[in-house]
């Protein structure tokens, strides 16, 4: 397993863009896929993207394509979460998940680590 860490959640108005990053410790990160999930009070712990261990290959959930981009950089183990044209339902936690493998997954149980999570807030 690997310790993560999120960072970057706050406060942003429905339009805006915000990056939130998942520092990740160990020797072993750039083997892994990585990904970020999301839940809402009440709610499920959702997909959001995942990303393959050399960042060549990425999924994404349908309520987020063409919004949000997962990225990472292997030499500072951390990876990404650019989100653009932020809506009101995209308020949660954003939680951020690594695999012990190297291709990208959808399903919470393919992920054997995970961080605290970081809150995302957005406002009218």
């Known amino acids: 397993q690997v310790q993560l860490v999120e960072s970057g959640g706050g406060l942003v108005q429905a339009g805006d863009s915000l990056t939130i990053s998942c520092a990740a410790s160990?020797?072993?990160?750039?083997?892994?896929?990585m990904g970020w999930f999301r839940q809402a009070p009440g709610k499920e712990r959702d997909f959001v993207a995942s990303?393959?261990?050399?960042?060549?290959?990425?999924l994404y959930a349908n309520f987020v394509k063409g919004r949000f981009t997962i990225s990472r950089d292997n030499a500072k183990n951390t990876v990404y979460l650019t989100m653009n044209s932020l809506k009101l339902e995209d308020t949660a936690v954003y939680f951020c998940a690594a695999r012990s493998v190297r291709s990208t997954a959808t399903g919470p149980r393919d992920y054997d680590s995970w961080g605290q999570g970081t809150q995302v807030t957005v406002s009218s």
């Open positions: 160990g020797r072993t990160f750039s083997n892994r896929a």
């Open positions: 990303i393959d261990w050399r960042g060549v290959s990425t």
